[in-house]
């Protein structure tokens, strides 16, 4: 899995602790599968979607090489890493 790291000045970069500058995605396109990868090198599974508005998106994530499992609510616009 891996991200693309790119000059802060890019179209939807965003940046992640410890780790720099990354090509962002909206949280709209999150799908059931995707690995998400936040601040520290994190990284989550996608679940399931477990709610969908106009605005937001809420999630059910399981940390990878953990047992956490959690849900996360976002803005649909926000940016995510998702690991290709």
């Known amino acids: 899995m891996e991200y693309t790291l790119v000059n802060e000045t890019a179209t939807n970069a965003m940046r992640l602790q410890s780790i720099g500058n990354v090509l962002g995605t909206p949280a709209s396109k999150i799908k059931k599968g995707d690995i998400l990868m936040w601040n520290f090198g994190s990284k989550g599974e996608v ?13 059910k994530e399981k940390q990878v090489g953990a047992s956490y499992v959690g849900e996360r609510k976002m803005t649909k616009s926000r940016l995510v890493c998702i690991l290709k």
């Not at 679940?47 to 106009?54: D, Q, R, S």
Request: glycine share 0%; net charge neutral; aromatic share 0%.
């Open 47 to 59: 679940l399931e979607i477990v709610k969908e508005t106009p605005k937001t998106i809420t999630i």
